[in-house]
């Protein structure tokens, strides 16, 4: 396809292959990074790389070389002063091998000079015009910092179901990416556009990415619910599946309290042939008392010898529905989820009853992006895009748009994910008496995402 070697300035390109005044070493090519060794958040999991870009310089006068070797100078001046102040436009790098079957360069952006020896912000490049002011041709270095991982072009899927997730807790299938699977994890735009979700205070939940599991017969994502044909806690019959129209499936399970202690067994929420070994648990519940507390205390485990303990928690009087995080469990030890339920009094009404609409089993694997969206004051049709930057800007960002004032996150919003395809899931409550957004009505999700496929080296 040719050789491609050019820095875009947003919209001002120096290229290094068709410009008649550079011309690049043949065999030379990129750094390759490396896997990065923590697990901090907000960033790729690839480390930025120190490159060193040999260019020589040659023109018909020595003002040909010199303005070519201004514009060199001007390359890292700009990735400087964006990674100084993050105003302007990111300078990004564009890369294609000669020998190359890739119709697109390969991109990535440039973040700084890499020392003072470079033809950084520190005025070295002004000093080489100086010092060869007559020269026809003269040989240059650019060391610089990149990101680690080059991109391809936008490979974007669409939700294919469209609006057709009631009450917006769908679990949303994509097709397959064009450009098929990715070799490693890739930096994931996403947009989610909810309508007719009501209007809510303080809504919040947790939105899911992962790929899609490698085979029909095992899901990254699990949601088990109360109106389930196999209901959730059916184990045992302490609890009973009742109506309630907020609630994904329109049944929750109901607890009251006419004993001191009851116990809630769930053993169905991760299957014990599971290839993944750590799963993160998840559980939605509302406490309808005004006046009773209800005391949560287990185990992730239904077998006594095996199991992963809880942290205990409290659901005080006329709690809306809430999500609580579990914990972690290692599925070679432990599956399934064992609670007990202990009310402050044991009143035998239901109205101080304890309801259970759902569990949520998600793999703690590298490709599962969970990101907490909060404070919403108005989703009724809310579109909120979580944006890695992979080529536009040193941070990751959130945004919502003005229909939906009041907004937080928590969790890593530089999704990633690697496969053929993507699952997602957008788990909410309404922040009043609704166990969804929809406040059960016919509410809709929609989910766009947007991935660049990632290389560590750029062919």
Same mark, same amino acid.
């Given at each position: 396809?040719?050789?491609?070697?050019? $820095?875009? !300035?947003?919209?001002?390109?120096?290229d290094l292959v068709n410009d008649e005044r550079y011309s690049l070493d043949f065999g030379w090519r990129p750094a390759v990074t490396t896997r990065r060794q923590n697990w !901090?958040?907000?960033?790729s999991l690839y480390n930025d790389v120190a490159e060193q870009l040999p260019v020589r310089i040659t023109g018909g006068s020595a003002e040909e070389v010199h &303005?070519? !070797?201004?514009? *060199?100078g001007e390359v890292l001046e700009q990735a400087d002063r964006y990674w100084q102040t993050e105003i302007g436009t990111p300078v990004v790098w564009r890369f294609r091998s000669r020998d190359s079957v890739e119709i697109t360069p390969f991109s990535v952006m440039i973040l700084r000079s890499a020392d003072a020896g470079g033809l950084g912000l520190n005025g070295e490049w002004l000093k080489r015009l100086e010092a060869n002011k007559d020269l026809l041709a003269i040989n240059v270095t650019l060391n610089f910092w990149r990101r680690g991982l080059w991109v391809g072009p936008d490979d974007t899927l669409e939700d294919d179901e469209g609006v057709s997730h009631p009450n917006v807790d769908g679990l949303i299938t994509f097709p397959n990416f064009v450009y098929g699977q990715a070799p490693y994890l890739s930096p994931v735009r996403t947009v989610l556009t909810m309508q007719n979700a009501g209007a809510n205070s303080n809504a919040a939940g947790y939105f899911f990415l992962t790929n899609e599991a490698a085979s029909d017969s095992e899901s990254l994502i699990n949601l088990r619910l109360a109106s389930d044909s196999t209901p959730l806690f059916d184990d045992g019959g302490t609890g009973t599946q009742t109506a309630d129209s907020t609630a994904i499936g329109g049944q929750i399970i109901r607890f009251i309290p006419n004993v001191a202690s009851i116990t809630a067994q769930d053993v169905e929420s991760v299957s014990d042939d599971s290839t993944v070994a750590l799963w993160h648990w998840f559980i939605k519940l509302k406490n309808n008392s005004a006046t009773e507390t209800w005391v949560i205390d287990g185990q992730l485990g239904v077998d006594q010898r095996r199991n992963t303990p809880l942290k205990q928690f409290s659901v005080a009087p006329a709690t809306n529905p %809430?999500?609580?995080? *579990?914990? !972690? &469990? @290692?599925?070679? *030890?432990s599956s399934g989820l064992r609670l007990t339920l202990t009310p402050s009094t044991q009143t035998g009404l239901a109205a101080d009853a304890l309801d259970i609409e759902s569990v949520i089993t998600a793999a703690a694997v590298d490709c599962m992006n969970i990101v907490r969206l909060s404070a919403f004051n108005d989703v009724a049709n809310a579109v909120i895009t979580i944006d890695p930057q992979s080529l536009e800007g040193l941070t990751p960002i959130t945004a919502l748009d003005t229909n939906a004032p009041g907004f937080a996150r928590q969790g890593?919003? $530089? *999704?990633q994910t690697c496969g053929h %395809?993507?699952?997602a899931l957008f788990y909410a409550t309404s922040g009043d008496s609704s166990f969804t957004l929809? @406040?059960?009505?016919s509410s809709s999700l929609g989910v766009t995402v %947007?991935?660049?496929?990632g290389y560590t080296v750029a062919r």
């Open positions: 396809m040719g050789r491609v070697c050019e $820095f875009d !300035l947003g919209g001002r390109v120096v !901090l958040g907000g960033r &303005s070519a !070797l201004q514009a *060199l %809430t999500i609580y995080y *579990l914990g !972690l &469990s @290692n599925n070679n *030890l890593d919003i $530089f *999704l %395809t993507a699952r929809g @406040n059960g009505v %947007t991935r660049r496929k």
